[in-house]
Structure formats: C-alpha cells, structure tokens
C-alpha cells in the first residue's frame, strides 16, 4: 500500500521532433528525459548509439505542483462535479451546459488576473520565477482563448447572424491593444492631438464598438466647426451600422436587407467624396465597405489573423455560417504569416476548431499542452454535448474517458489534490474502478488522518478488500508503536479475529504487569464488536467487570466474573488473576457470592491447582530426562550444574 510520491508523466513517441515546435510563447514542460527505445536497444544494446531514428520523451507534469494553478485544479473540480450531476437529472440541456462553459473561463480569467500579478511582485526578488509565472499566464490565455472559441461554435452552436457577434465578443475580451491606447490617450493633456487617437477609434470600429468610436471622434468635432458635416456624417454612418440582435423580432433575412441599405450609403459616401479632406475617416469608411487593402493596412491594431478574420467578416459576412469560417481563416492566416513561416501550433489548433475537427482539436492541444487539465474538461464539455460518440478508442475506453484517468493520475500523485482524482476516476464508467483500486493500494498512508479519509473512500465505494488492507496496515504499524489500543481499533475495523486476539493478549498481559489498563475506555465500548474473538470477548466482559466493581455494583460484577471463569473463554494464564479479583468481593461485609457460586469458585481453584501441580511434574520429568541422557555419556566429563 506505501509508496514515495511520484510525479505524473506523459509519454509520446517523436520521431526526432521536439514535442513544443515553434510557438511566440513557450509551451509544454520544463524537463525533459530522452531515452532510447526497445528498437534501438535491440540494435544496439549498450543504448550509445549516436543515430536513433525514435526517441522517447518523457515529460515530467510540474504544473500540479503550482500553488496558483493548483487552486485552478481544485476549483475547476467542483464545476466538472456540478456538471456530471446536473446532466444526469437533465441531460443535453444547452443552457445549463453553457453556464458550465463560463463558469470555467471565469475561473480561469481569475487566475490569469493572479499569475500576472505575482509575476510583478516578484520580479524584484527573482526574474526567473517571474518568467516562469508569465509563462503560465500565456499558456493559460491561450487555453482560455481556444476554450472561448469552442463554446461559442460547439457549445452554444451559433448560427448565422448571431454568430458575428459571439465572435466579436471573443476578439475583445482577448485582444486589448486598442484598450491600452485608449488609456494612454485619455491621460494625456490634448487627447485629440495624440499621436493614438485615429488607431483608438479605427481599432474601436474594428471590433463594432461603434458607441466609444463616435464618443472619441465627437471630441475632434467639437474643435474643428468647419468640418461639422463631415464628423456628423461619419458618425451617422456609425450609429446606423445594423446588427443582428438574437432573440429580436427581426429575421435573418431583415438583417441582411438592411446591412446592404447601409452598405450602399456608405458607398455613396465614398463616392461623393465626403471624407477625402480627412485621409483617416476615409480609410475608416473604407473599412465600413470591407475594403481589404483598407483592412491589411490597419492590421498592425489587430494584430492577430484571427481578429482579422472577424473584422473582415464583419464589413463583408456578417451573416456567414459557421461551416464558411474555415475557408475565410485559411485566406486571413496567410495575410499574416511571414512567406517562408509556418503558423505556430496556436494556429493550427484554432484552424482546427474553425474546421469542425474537433477530435485534431484534441490531439493537438495533447502534444503542445504541458498538462491534461484542459484537454480532459474540455473533452467531458464536449461529451455531455454529444460531440465525441464517433471518436472512440480501440483499447477499452472512449476518448473522454481516456483524457479523464490521463488527467486524474496527474492528480494521484500530489500531496494534497490526490482527493479530487477519486471523484474523476469515479465518472470513467469503464475503467475508473480499476483505476481507483490500483491507486488506493499506492497511497502513501503516512498519517492516520490520511489512512481515516482513505479509508471512507473505499467504505462509500464498497471496496471491502481495500478497507480491509488499510485497516491491517494501520493495525501493523500501530502495533510496531506499541500503540495498542489503536492496533486494536484497526484490526476490529478489519475484521481481522486472528490480529484482534493478538492485541488482546498483549493488552493483558500488559495488564498483567501494570495492574491496569492503558485503553480502558477504548476497550469498554467496543459494543458488538467484541465478538469478533473469544479473546477480545474475554477483554471486553473483562473491563466490563472492572467498571462494575468501581460503579460498587458488587452483585453484578460477580455474577460477570463468575461467568468469565466458567465459560472457559479466557486463557489459563489469566485464571489466577481473576479468582484473586474475586477475593475484595468476598470480603465485604454483604454476602455477594452464593453458596452454589462459592462452589463453583472453589471447583475454579481446584482446576488451576491441578494444572499447576501438571506443569510442575512435566517440569520435573523433563529434567529428570534431561539428567539421564548426560549421565549415560560415559566419555564425557560431568557438568558443574550436575554436580552442583
């Protein structure tokens, strides 16, 4: 059942390829072990080949032993137990499964916030941690991100007209640049002379934030009257650009018409020339038609191709269907790679989830993650959705629940989150009972505080066997303390006579030596337990005894003594000892013992003279024996004992 702490480790065949691969940020674990693998060694057993064509890496989990994102583990766990238990009582329910979604994202959101925070405060102390720590915020807004995405495509399946939105929403929770412009704009002295100012207000209508555009450009009418109509016109095109309101009266079809309507006016502007005076208004009102050389020219305020592609859909698609996304993110990625670049595994996994390809989704996040948190609450979401019933594995178990006893045995392994594997193990209906039972007998029982919460584990799962060798090893180590009245404690709760009868008798012939008993009150209230031996009856009945006798209840306590002597039940070390307790009851001044109990007392006594007397003859003719096998040696000279 002990075993020393492990660390998880996720084991993957590269065939010479670093598992992390180009990322702006790094990803996947800090330590890495390479060894070679079975092939190699049969060509070359010393294993010092210079040429191995498979690698094995082998990468240590470290995050589980972050105390930040180990808060994140163990929050995230209440969520995924809300999340099984509601979908049992009502399962498929789309907007219980998105409040599910969010409660996610919030927690993660809350310890992005943290992570930058300590990485500030210890930056002066130590720069290396402080990078640590910023690395685990990028790797975490890019988990956030990927999530964010996944729920509005697979989670709350939006379809044309509300899909815009959702996706415009997802552009400015995780890209900020224009925020920290605005802020930098706002405490200067002359915000409108700011070097800023027209990025802020284009970055503002790059993600529909039509309202706060309209705010900052009212502040530059009001210093140039003489180009009033041109600002009014501009911000009238603004405040008229339609939007699809889910939920609203209006029809897809509605929208469309008037989206086209407002398109058309904003084309007349363009060819009126209204805004040629002004080149950054005009650029804007290029942007409102959807010119794309407009767009690719102000790609440096969106900074990534995926807010490209939404900007762009939005002033050219704003209706587009989720199965149109891939094709338009395959055309915006190539606007931003580098020629001669590869796009980073962000990328490709984002590419994946605007294909639909989910389970490449998965399998990507797996090699570039550095541990199974995502990927396994991800999969469980995605699963209650009924998204995953094709991606089944070919040994024994879904995806879902493969991803699951992946994460979970990450967790076994942690001083402290190894409580929140058991839960985890407990939703893999296939083989979370195996699981469970292997990781049960590698606990490391180093506390009897640890051993009690094992143990009402394996109780509330019925896991008798388990139960029972947790209590013998408790008992064992309880018994080498010489702590007896909890060895006797672990062994009733085992279930184990034989221990149980052992403990007895040192707690005896402790008695024995002492004159009392050290687990007096233990002993006392064993109840029904106590017949799990003769031995341990004897032990109970015994105390029983003693209790009586110091409450004064004479009658009864000799009545109880009595009967221990003729039931035989104790040893016959001990019958001595108890008829010299029987002797204080004898001398009270009140008769306690009957005539026929007297008797039966004396008939006791007579049976303890007796054997003492056997042992006394077999003692002697043992040694009489003894005498005569040295005295037959004739060769050999006679012991000093002997003639002694």
Known sequence: MEMEDESAFQVTDIPGIDPRGPIGFEWGPTEMLVYPTQNDRKENPSGTSSQMTTIQVVL????????????????????????????????????????????????????????????????????????????????????????????????????????????????????????????????????????????????????????????????????????????????????????????????????????????????????????????????????????????????????????????????????????????????????????????????????????????????????????????????????????????NLHFGSNLREFLILEYASGLSSHHSLWQLAVDYYDYCPDMGRVYLELFIERVPLSTERKALKVLRICEQRQMTEQVRSICKIMAMKALSSNRLGSALSWSVRAKDSFFATLISDRLLQNYSIKGSFSDFDLISNLGSSMLLSDRLTFLGKYCEFHKLYGEMQFAEAAKLLLLLMTARIAPRSFWMTLLLDALPLMEQKEVIFSTEQTYELMHCLEDVTADEAQREKEAQAVGVRGRGRRGDHKTEPPSIGFHS
């Open 60 to 391: 240590k989990d470290k995050d589980i032993y972050s105390p930040i994102l180990s808060k994140l583990f163990n929050e995230s766990h209440g969520i995924f137990m809300t999340l099984q238990k509601t979908q049992k009582d009502s399962p498929n329910n789309k907007t219980q499964l998105i409040h599910i979604s969010r409660n996610y994202r919030s927690v993660m959101r809350a310890y992005l916030e943290e992570l930058h925070k300590t990485a500030i405060s210890v930056y002066s102390r130590d720069q290396n941690l402080s990078m640590e720590f910023e690395d685990q915020v990028s790797i975490l807004s890019a988990v956030e991100l990927i999530w964010n995405l996944c729920e509005i495509l697979y989670v709350e399946a939006a379809q044309a007209g509300s899909l815009i939105g959702l996706l415009l929403d997802w552009v400015r929770v995780h890209i900020c640049q224009v925020d920290a412009m605005a802020e930098q704009l706002m405490d200067s002295e002359e915000p409108t002379q700011h070097l800023y100012y027209w990025n802020v207000i284009t970055g503002y209508v790059l993600q529909s934030r039509m309202a706060e555009a309209r705010q900052m450009l009212a502040k530059k009418a009001l210093l140039d009257p003489a180009a009033s109509s041109m600002y009014k016109c501009m911000s009238d095109l603004m405040r008229k650009m339609p939007m699809f309101v889910p939920g609203s009266n209006q029809n897809l079809t509605e929208f469309e018409l008037k989206w086209r309507h407002w398109q058309e006016e904003c084309q007349r502007c363009l060819r009126e020339g209204i805004f040629a005076p002004n080149k950054d208004m005009l650029l804007i009102c290029q942007i409102l038609v959807g010119n794309e050389d407009a767009l690719l020219e102000k790609r440096d305020l969106m900074s990534t191709w995926y807010h490209f592609l939404v900007s762009k859909l939005l002033f050219t698609h704003p209706s587009v269907k989720p199965t149109e996304l891939y094709q338009f993110a395959e055309v915006c990625l190539d606007h931003f790679i580098p020629y001669g670049s590869r796009p980073d595994p962000l990328d490709h996994i984002l590419l994946a989830v605007f294909e639909f390809n989910i389970h490449q989704v998965l399998k990507s996040c797996c090699l570039v993650l550095n541990n199974w948190w995502f990927v396994a609450h991800l999969t469980d979401l995605l699963d209650h959705c009924s998204l995953l019933q094709s991606h």
